[in-house]
């Protein structure tokens, strides 16, 4: 890795303990480099969970799981102050894909790195169930340093 310096980073959290891990590492990232980090959870809902129920009861779920995303970048949120860490977070709901969306995010933020954790699948596993830290890998147009 180069001398590079940050100004911009944005971390990727789901609750997992791995985007802990990456929160954590973000974090010091973010304050080795007087950097402003940016956390962002991304909820997705698929269109058949519309035919689950009534719209309301959609409603409930995509708010309720908000909600619980919202706990997550106030774990980073806590962390970052009691570390003097510039902060700011986003949840974002969305029916399209997570990692366009963490990319897309991370484009507006103007971020010149993303961190985020991965489970690590390799071979049929990683084919058969997709991988976040692949495609944003694959398309973002800053670094990506993916924690595990």
């Known amino acids: 890795m180069t001398n590079e310096k940050f100004s911009n980073i944005v971390v990727a959290i789901d609750g997992s303990s791995l985007s802990k891990k990456a929160a954590d590492y973000a974090l010091s990232l973010a304050k080795e480099h007087?950097?402003?980090?940016?956390a962002v959870a991304v909820?997705?809902?698929h269109q058949a969970d519309a035919f689950r129920?009534?719209?309301?009861?959609?409603?409930k779920f995509i708010r309720k799981q908000a909600e619980i995303a919202q706990?997550?970048?106030?774990?980073?949120?806590?962390?970052?102050?009691?570390?003097?860490?510039?902060?700011e977070s986003k949840v974002i709901k969305t029916r399209t894909n997570v990692p366009e969306e963490i990319i897309k995010y991370a484009k507006d933020k103007r971020s010149d790195l993303i961190v985020l954790g991965t489970r690590g699948r390799t071979g049929f596993k990683k084919a058969l169930?997709?991988?976040v830290a692949s495609a944003v890998i694959t398309h973002a147009s800053c670094p990506v340093m993916v924690v595990r």
């Open 43 to 45: 909820v997705k809902f």
């Open 71 to 87: 706990k997550w970048t106030e774990a980073v949120k806590t962390e970052a102050a009691r570390t003097d860490v510039k902060f």
């Open 129 to 131: 169930l997709g991988s």
């Open 53 to 59: 129920g009534s719209t309301s009861t959609l409603e």
């Open 34 to 38: 007087n950097a402003k980090l940016s």
